[in-house]
């Protein structure tokens, strides 16, 4: 600012001894070029000045307080200033004196310094407006951190149950359970876990015979006849009563080619119309022992229990034979051939040869 007022007292101190001399053309100075120059680059670097102010400025601008006016600075604005130095302007001056052609000649110089200063006083004024007017800046609102909602409180309501007292099971029903799983373990195939769960079922049960029949015919399907008697002459020592495992006993005994030994499992001890089978096979052993009359009572005893049976027939009729009633023998071959259908073909070809051995 300071050169611009200086440049102005200068062009005060020109124009009045311009005026009162007898002016003539003078020629063109030749620091009028360099003058020129000098405005320019005082425009330039005011320009400069601006930009660099925009681009340093923050980006939100709060409103700038009132700067004080500072009266002996030069005011560059868009209105006129009246004060009492000359003002200049691109105008023309009308006044009541003539004006002479050397003042026009010498204020066409200064006339284009105000053209110059007036387009420097607009920048500064449209800058000054820019600076002014706080430039509106939006902001994205950054998202607010979401609080985790407190989940509602379901109210359950308990449900009625049935509460079912699983009773423990009787001893019956426990043994009736273990009875099928070694039928189960059997049929798969699995004779050794059947074996198992019999043998447990005799440690609960040790009076009744079925675990101890169970057990020597498993044995026996194993080909362990010493195991299977074991089993059975545990269930006589134990004093358990049975027909069948009497009956078991001596067949093993009759394998072994034990006669008297199988007689003596075979005592009269059970009712015949309860247990003919064992009767059958007692007749049988005394009559290999060739105790005729013990064997014959027993089959006598049989055919009237039983005289749709051909082989109680068959076996009265052998025994009568060697006891020689030989027409009483006849009798019974005849019976047996009535009732041949239970018999096998080689019986029917023996009774047929000794009804005509004994024909009379």
């Not at 320009?47 to 102010?53: D, G």
């Not at 044995?219 to 299977?228: G, P, R």
């Not at 009497?246 to 059970?270: H, K, S, T, V």
């Amino acid at each position: 600012m300071s050169v611009i007022n200086k440049m102005l007292q200068d062009l005060e101190q020109r124009q009045p001894h311009a005026i009162g001399a007898n002016p003539k053309p003078p020629a063109a100075p030749p620091v009028a070029v360099s003058f020129n120059w000098r405005v320019l680059t005082l425009v330039f670097m005011l320009m400069v000045c601006v930009i660099l102010a925009w681009f340093w400025q923050p980006k939100t601008v709060q409103a700038l307080p009132q700067a004080p006016i500072l009266t002996d600075t030069l005011i560059l604005t868009n209105t006129p200033i009246l004060t009492n130095t000359p003002i200049l302007t691109n105008t023309p001056i009308h006044t009541n004196r003539p004006v002479p052609a050397a003042t026009l000649a010498n204020t066409a110089e200064p006339a284009n310094i105000v053209l110059a200063l007036n387009a420097v006083a607009a920048s500064a004024a449209a800058s000054a407006d820019m600076v002014k007017q706080p430039k509106t800046v939006v902001s994205t609102p950054e998202p607010l951190p979401l609080k985790p909602q407190p989940q509602p409180q379901l109210t359950v309501t308990p449900q009625p149950q049935l509460l079912v007292d699983k009773a423990p099971l009787s001893d019956t029903e426990r043994q009736l359970n273990m009875r099928m799983l070694a039928n189960a373990s059997e049929a798969a195939g699995d004779t050794g876990g059947a074996i198992v769960v019999w043998q447990q079922i005799l440690a609960k049960q040790p009076a009744q015979p079925e675990a101890y029949l169970n057990l020597a015919r498993l044995w026996l399907t194993q080909q362990q006849i010493v195991s299977a008697s074991q089993v059975l002459l545990q269930a006589r020592q134990n004093g358990v009563l049975s027909a069948e495992i009497n009956m078991q006993l001596a067949q093993l005994a009759i394998r072994q080619g034990n006669w008297q030994q199988a007689l003596d499992f075979l005592p009269a001890e059970f009712q015949l119309a309860n247990e003919p089978e064992y009767f059958g096979l007692k007749a049988t052993v005394l009559q290999q022992l060739k105790q005729f009359s013990a064997a014959h009572n027993w089959y006598q005893r049989l055919h009237q229990l039983q005289p749709e049976q051909g082989r109680w027939s068959l076996g009265a009729a052998l025994v009568s034979e060697q006891l020689g009633l030989a027409a009483e023998a006849h009798q019974y071959y005849q019976r047996a051939w009535q009732q041949r259908q239970a018999l096998s073909a080689s019986s029917h070809d023996f009774i047929q040869q000794r009804l005509k051995a004994t024909e009379p």
